[in-house]
């Protein structure tokens, strides 16, 4: 740091940041766009991003109904991975992993992706035996993969209780070191910025109470902040994809679920990968402030409620001990949920809708955080050409209907984490 940029911000502390400029506009919203995003998550910045940078379409608006990062972006454990068994998952995936390495550069901002790597462990011989399964078609489809054996892994995580007595034996691992973590709100500040420099409006404080229709076709939304017309609406709003396409009339193969995680007091490093265990139901990895990170299943009952239920907190902190046992003497600062959308086969839908000019980007269950740069060039895509990526060409509507599904369960903490 220079000295000119250490007394900016002594000055901007001193002052209560009343300097700072805002990272982007406040626009009021205009009264017509080519196209509206309903979202102002990861995934709707992300779409108008690369709606402009790569398509030339800049009349976009942004609808958030809070503020950008105040939903699921902000409320995730932010996994970044590629470690998926079904080829049309594994490119899509990789795909965007790809874009992660690059995407600080791109966007012109520190997403802090951190490549620390993705262990997957097992604890038994069927587990191990799916380990090498996923590891080989990993590897078919040019996605690296390593198998560990319980030696190796403790060498990778000092902490992994490896003994003869543990509650739950480890018998090895599958690592993806290209795998890791990322900035959740850098993320959609990130991309919230680069956006609004192409010329994007993102308008905050703007919930959408209904879409307009004239007969088959889309003709625009209705917001708590006026009328804007709009001849293509995209829907990327995750757990709320639901309630959003109800409007329109239609009913989603999903259901919408509490996802929880907690972190605990910050430590001195002592995990320096994401651990995993799929029999566990659980995930842990150490922030860059120290803390621990800890994630597991989605609550069991349906819900739009942004907390979840001691039971499974109890449930997820209790597995995490089991593995790392130094685990319990630390104390839990807070938890949090974040609203998934499950699709049928734990796959995502990035598709054009019934109604024309009505597109979709959900289902994402575990996998919407890790997807988005994916996701964002894939909607963008269809909502430029009104043909599918090559990246997203299965992860259509009509799939449901033809049994041609994306069934991948049992590739994260739980048996739905595809």
């Known amino acids: 740091m ?17 300097g700072w400029k805002a990272a982007w506009r406040a626009p009021e919203p205009k009264r017509r766009y080519d196209v509206v995003i309903i979202g102002g998550g990861g995934h709707g910045l992300a779409t108008a991003y690369y709606l402009a940078k790569s398509h030339g379409i800049t009349n976009v608006a942004v609808l958030e109904k809070g503020w950008i990062g105040g939903g699921n972006t902000g409320r995730n454990t932010a996994i970044v991975r590629s470690n998926y068994l079904l080829t049309p998952n594994s490119h899509f995936y990789e795909h965007s992993l790809k874009l992660w390495e690059d995407l600080t550069a791109d966007l012109n901002f520190n997403v802090m992706f951190s490549q620390r790597g993705m262990v997957n462990i097992a604890h038994s011989n069927a587990e191990m035996t799916a380990l090498h399964r996923r590891g080989n078609a990993m590897r078919f489809n040019g996605v690296d993969s390593d198998l560990l054996t319980p030696k190796e892994l403790g060498q990778l995580m000092p902490g992994l209780d ?196 009505l597109f979709l980007n959900g289902g994402w269950c575990y996998g919407g955080f890790k997807g988005t740069p994916a996701a964002g060039t894939a909607m963008a895509h269809l909502l430029a050409t009104g043909e599918p990526h090559r990246i997203a060409r299965q992860f259509t509507l009509n799939r449901f209907d033809t049994g041609d599904l994306l069934d991948e369960r049992g590739s994260g903490s739980s048996p739905w984490m595809h």
């Not at 220079?2 to 009343?18: D, E, I, K, R």
């Not at 046992?325 to 049928?344: F, Q, Y």
Request: charge should be neutral.
């Open 2 to 18: 220079n000295s000119y940029s250490a007394l900016s911000l002594a000055w901007n502390a001193l002052t209560g940041h009343g």
């Open 162 to 357: 490896l003994s003869p007595e543990a509650r739950f034996p480890v018998m090895g691992g599958l690592i993806q070191k290209r795998g890791g973590t990322a900035r959740h709100d850098a993320v959609a500040w990130g991309y919230a910025r680069a956006a609004d420099s192409r010329g994007v409006d993102i308008i905050q404080n703007c919930e959408v109470t209904a879409l307009r229709r004239d007969g088959d076709r889309i003709t625009g939304v209705e917001t708590s902040r006026g009328v804007i017309e709009a001849s293509k609406v995209a829907i990327c709003v995750a757990g709320h994809s639901s309630q959003l396409a109800a409007m329109a009339g239609l009913r989603l193969p999903m259901e919408s679920h509490v996802l929880q995680a907690m972190v605990t007091e910050p430590v001195k490093p002592m995990l320096d990968v994401v651990a995993v265990s799929g029999a566990l139901h659980v995930y842990i990895n150490q922030s860059d402030k120290g803390e621990i990170v800890i994630g597991g299943d989605i609550d069991g009952s349906n819900s739009f409620a942004q907390r979840g239920d001691p039971h499974v907190l109890d449930h997820v902190v209790e597995s995490a001990v089991s593995l790392f046992p130094a685990l319990r003497r630390l104390r839990m600062m807070r938890s949090w949920g974040g609203i998934v959308d499950m699709s049928m086969d734990g796959s995502p839908i990035i598709t054009s809708l019934p109604v024309r000019g």
